[in-house]
């Protein structure tokens, strides 16, 4: 079922936590040669101009700019189901949203409104970086970088609103939750903590400022100053097998954590592994004896299960911005409907000014002096910028108004 109608010219097709585990969601992530050829394929095909995949912990999803976003939503859903592989027909059940429901789900996705922890505020620079992606990757569009810009507006005033919280608060401080539920308010033991990216630092600095706890961290990458302090991948399999519990938030490709690296654990010294990569990083299948993996699935279930309700005023709050944000991004795209009207009104303007009006004066003037002549001309000049600044502002206007009448319209 496709959400919307063609009024904007947005698509978007994806799955998140609510309606995809992880592992079917992994299935659909597209690497950097894919989104290429998806994209000029797209075009090629007239199905779409601008393409981005947004890619989180908690969702995957695919945004487009399109002449008919409810044709390219079908087609987009029918190709990630396809992606997914064998079977996926009969469990993965993406979402598709056209128009302004698309419009509106970004904007709600900007500020953290469909995250698992509401609210959060990492999202909104995961969003950021997917749009940036495709403009480096020369695949973006108008409608997708003006759609990036205004997100980027409402995610600054809904922070200013309190609509966001704190860089805390994010699936790495959900890590952190179950950790404490399952190790207590003040774990001891050994901790161990697998990446230090983006996500592993913010990890990182709940355990030390929080918990009050210094993990054994282990990377990929250790530069010679940070080697007193920061593990080589090499010694993984050495500190999990001493560690009672490992946070794994690496961005590999593929599994990091094998079964064959672990040794079977008593009852008395279990090993906790909390896995919040995608693609999940911890191998699931014949762990040792002792040793229990969870991923981003059980973390979704255990903040369901302990989450508390959300501030009502907060939720009212970040409904009026993404209304509003609706409405500038239907500004924004009516004013593309207005572009060859401007275009030839900025030519005009320039070839009077620079050209027409130097000529007049030089050409019907000539007898008066020239410091008159100047100032004739610059005068002219003025009254032709004042009338085609008048030209801009009724056509901005008009877009603005034609948006907010489009968004709200009178009753019958």
């Not at 948006?403 to 319209?409: G, I, K, L, V, Y």
């Amino acid at each position: 079922m496709i959400l919307g109608d063609n009024s904007l010219p947005l698509a978007v097709v994806g799955c998140d936590f609510r309606v995809a585990s992880s592992e079917w969601r992994a299935r659909i992530i597209l690497d950097d040669q894919e989104v290429r050829r998806m994209s000029c394929d797209l075009k090629r095909n007239r199905v779409a101009d601008g393409f981005a995949d947004l890619n989180t912990c908690n969702r995957n999803e695919w945004i487009v700019s399109c002449e008919d976003p409810r044709w390219a939503a079908e087609l987009l859903k029918s190709q990630m189901i396809r992606r997914a592989g064998p079977g996926a027909e009969d469990w993965l059940a993406p979402y598709a949203y056209a128009g302004e429901m698309a419009a509106r789900h970004v904007f709600r996705v900007a500020i953290g409104q469909e995250s698992l922890v509401v609210g959060e505020r990492q999202i909104a620079g995961q969003l950021y970086h997917s749009l940036e992606l495709a403009r480096e990757r020369g695949v973006s569009s108008r409608a997708l970088n003006g759609l990036g810009s205004i997100a980027g507006r409402l995610v600054r005033i809904a922070f200013r609103r309190g609509c966001i919280e704190s860089a805390a608060v994010g699936v790495h401080s959900l890590a952190i939750r179950y950790l404490k539920h399952r190790l207590g308010e003040k774990p001891r033991g050994l901790i161990a903590l697998l990446g230090l990216g983006r996500i592993g630092r913010r990890v990182l600095g709940v355990m030390t400022e929080a918990l009050e706890i210094e993990p054994i961290c282990i990377n990929r990458t250790v530069r010679i100053y940070q080697q007193h302090r920061i593990r080589p991948l090499d010694e993984m399999p050495a500190v999990l097998n001493e560690a009672d519990a490992a946070i794994v938030c690496t961005g590999a490709s593929n599994t990091l954590v094998r079964a064959e690296q672990l040794k079977p654990r008593s009852v008395d010294h279990p090993l906790l592994l909390i896995d919040i990569g995608i693609p999940p990083q911890v191998e699931r299948r014949d762990l040792p004896t002792g040793i229990e993996a969870v991923g981003l699935d059980e973390l979704v279930e255990f903040h369901r299960s302990t989450m508390e309700n959300p501030q009502t005023d907060k939720i009212d709050e970040a409904a009026k911005l993404v209304d509003r944000a609706l409405v500038e991004y239907r500004a924004f795209c009516n004013e593309q409907a207005f572009s060859d009207i401007l275009d030839t009104v900025h030519h005009h303007h320039r070839q009077l000014v620079g050209e027409e009006i130097p000529r007049l004066v030089a050409r019907r003037f000539d007898y008066l002096p020239a410091e008159t002549r100047v100032r004739l001309e610059e005068d002219i000049k003025n009254i032709v910028l004042e009338y085609t600044n008048e030209v801009f502002r009724t056509i901005k206007e008009t877009s603005l108004r034609d948006a907010e009448e489009d968004a709200c319209p009178e009753e019958s």
